[in-house]
């Protein structure tokens, strides 16, 4: 993707289509700092904190809401205004013990999800890769930036090695322990994260071959039995016979 302006500026024309923020009331906005999520598909905190959560009025109130350490991402406080919020982050407000979580929605690409507290200390993350780490141990690469240690007790015989590409892993935020493990299979539950099907629950009903992710076609069934297609880059494991997050009112 084209660099979209300076490197430290972004005009309101050309961010991205689904952040909430009016082209042409101003010039300028806020750009995301590199973090783990990319601009296409994260939100500065900023705009969250002042245009979603609508905590603060102006950029000036919500840079001050934010740096007074009001706003935790994932179980840690965030003073960063321009730090990227993307795909099954956590946003907990300190003061009143609100919790939402980022999650894909039709139209509006995504949007933030009131959770209850208990859920708010986990997180599902997409494995995007795998690599060998010295001593033959398992390194599991996120979706988000993080890596996830799986130890392997005999390193030519990995039997602690169970993990996919693409498949999802349940963490618990913020110390990053891996909880469960949901494979990217037939009949796994996935959410659409991309395209113009972004936003629907369906089950997986097949993979078509392909050499790289985004050419491998998927055929998904909604839950009410409508097909429709995809390509596999664009699809996130969410659960086996049902969400493991909440999701929003009509997604199930």
Not at 106 to 133: F, G, H, Y
Request: glycine residues 8%; contains cysteine; hydrophobic residues 40%.
């Amino acid at each position: 993707m084209a660099r979209m302006g300076s490197r430290r500026h972004l005009k309101r024309l050309a961010a991205p289509e689904f952040w909430p923020i009016l082209r042409k009331e101003r010039v300028w906005t806020v750009k995301p700092s590199p973090g783990p999520h990319p601009i296409s598909r994260s939100l500065p905190l900023l705009i969250i904190v002042r245009d979603i959560l609508g905590i603060a009025e102006t950029s000036r109130e919500a840079r001050r809401v934010i740096a007074e350490g009001h706003i935790k991402v994932d179980g840690r406080v965030r003073r960063n205004y321009k730090y990227p919020v993307g795909l099954m982050d956590v946003i907990e407000i300190v003061d009143t013990q609100e919790y939402f979580r980022m999650v894909p929605v039709p139209v509006k690409v995504m949007s933030l999800v009131p959770i209850p507290k208990d859920e708010a200390s986990i997180k599902l993350c997409r494995i995007e890769n795998k690599t060998t780490v010295k001593g033959g141990h398992i390194q599991l690469n996120l979706h988000d930036g993080r890596n996830l240690l799986v130890r392997v007790s005999d390193p030519q015989n990995p039997v602690e090695d169970r993990f996919k590409t693409l498949g999802s892993v349940k963490i618990s935020i913020p110390a990053n322990e891996l909880v469960d493990y949901y494979p990217l299979e037939e009949g796994s539950l996935v959410i659409v994260i991309g395209g113009r099907n972004v936003g629907r629950v369906a089950k997986l009903l097949s993979v078509a071959p392909g050499m790289r992710h985004y050419r491998k076609q998927v055929a998904l069934e909604d839950l009410k039995g409508n097909k429709f297609y995809t390509t596999l880059d664009k699809i996130m494991v969410i659960g086996r016979d049902k969400p493991e997050i909440t999701l929003p009112e009509g997604a199930v």
